[in-house]
T-cell receptor
Framework: NAGVTQTPKFQVLKTGQSMTLQCAQD?????MSWYRQDPGMGLRLIHY???????DQGEVPNGYNVSRSTTEDFPLRLLSAAPSQTSVYFC????????????FGDGTRLSIL | TQLLEQSPQFLSIQEGENLTVYCNSS?????LQWYRQEPGEGPVLLVT?????EVKKLKRLTFQFGDARKDSSLHITAAQPGDTGLYLC????????????FGAGTQVVVTP
């Protein structure tokens, strides 16, 4: 099993550019989520989804959009990148919700110049 | 502000020593999870505690959930260099279902 796959692994953007971080899981998990990890701040929840067609905001949703058209995929979009969005982004999934073991991808390291 | 406060932020010990990491909150959690993260990788689940007062053991690691389900601790006995990593606690509250919130983490370094 591939588990949770994130692409790309590294990306450098200029301020104002847009991009989509991809996340795919092959475990038929209903719950998926996006986090950003910054030094000294742990993981902060950006958006989450409890199933296809359903998304909701986490702690730090501003500047990010998500959609969940299929169970497998949960892309994260930056519409107009800002230097404050420089971070490491992790996607996670679990069978039904946050109380169950989360399976994480290996992260996308994003730098905004 | 972090919903979950972890302490200490950093811990450096010698191989064979014991250590304890704490995770505290003013909120009640339906469950609490502990993860370990190594450089360049995503966090990996170690354990989930659900019942107040619960104690779980995973080899040399002992996890405890507070009676009031507001705090938790991770104790490592006779630490080994392979225990080096970032330890994260995470929990969800019943009034914010869907949101799993993480502490800032404790960086543990075990030197031979």
């Amino acid at each position: 099993n591939a588990g949770v796959t994130q692409t790309p692994k590294f990306q450098v953007l200029k301020t104002g550019q847009s991009m989509t971080l991809q996340c795919a899981q092959d475990m038929n998990h209903e719950y998926m989520s996006w986090y950003r990890q910054d030094p000294g701040m742990g993981l902060r929840l950006i958006h989450y989804s409890v199933g296809a067609g359903i998304t909701d905001q986490g702690e730090v949703p501003n500047g990010y959009n998500v959609s969940r058209s299929t169970t497998e995929d949960f892309p994260l979009r930056l519409l107009s990148a800002a230097p404050s969005q420089t971070s490491v982004y992790f996607c996670a999934s679990s069978y039904h919700g946050p109380d169950q073991p989360q399976h994480f991808g290996d992260g996308t390291r994003l730098s905004i110049l | 502000t972090q919903l979950l406060e972890q302490s200490p932020q950093f811990l450096s010990i010698q191989e064979g020593e014991n250590l304890t990491v704490y995770c505290n909150s003013s909120s009640v959690f339906s469950s609490l999870q502990w993860y370990r993260q190594e450089p360049g990788e995503g966090p990996v689940l170690l354990v989930t505690v659900v019942t107040g007062g619960e104690v779980k053991k995973l080899k040399r690691l002992t996890f405890q959930f507070g009676d009031a389900r507001k705090d938790s601790s991770l104790h490592i006995t006779a630490a080994q260099p392979g225990d080096t990593g970032l330890y994260l606690c995470a929990g969800g509250t019943t009034d914010s279902w869907g949101k799993l919130q993480f502490g800032a983490g404790t960086q543990v370094v075990v030197t031979p």
